[in-house]
């Protein structure tokens, strides 16, 4: 290929400005994840500090966008509520309670004020913005509503 047609290629792959490129990219060919040619081309990993001693790391790394609790408020507030405070061993978390009258139940044993307010019933979804709904029971002729 001569220089001026690879010029030609790489700039029509530079998107306009303020163009959001963060889903729209689609990678084809050497530049797609999958590609078998790839490590070819792609630049090798720089080395960590764990990786050129031969050890692992501490953590290990986690696959998929899901992250414990304890993870987001160490990573948001920069605060690490694992830490026992008696011990200085680790927490681990042995159940969730989700059942109001289970929370007040515990509230109430340790002597902290249950007083919190009832929750009032979930509503339904806006009766007239369901076009099905308007049309049944304005007839199927009038769609001034639409």
């Known amino acids: 290929m001569d220089p001026l047609s690879l010029v030609a290629r790489l ?4 998107p306009p400005p303020r163009f959001h490129t963060v889903k729209s990219v689609k990678y084809a060919g050497v530049l797609a994840s999958a590609h078998k040619g790839r490590a070819r081309i792609a630049p090798e990993r720089p080395a960590g500090p764990a ?3 031969g050890e692992p790391d501490e953590k290990p790394r986690r696959r998929g966008a899901r992250r414990l609790w304890a993870e987001r408020l160490a990573r948001t507030f920069a605060i690490d509520v694992l830490p026992c ?6 927490r681990k978390l042995v159940a969730t309670v989700t059942d109001p009258e289970s929370v007040r139940a515990y509230l109430r ?12 019933p979930s509503r339904g979804p806006p009766y007239w913005k369901s076009t099905v709904l308007r049309r049944e029971a304005l007839g199927s002729g009038d769609d001034a509503w639409a």
């Open 51 to 53: 990786d050129a001693a």
């Open 85 to 90: 405070p008696r011990c200085s061993g680790r």
């Open 109 to 120: 044993g340790i002597g902290e004020p249950c007083d919190v307010p009832e929750r009032s």
């Open 11 to 14: 700039a029509a792959a530079v």
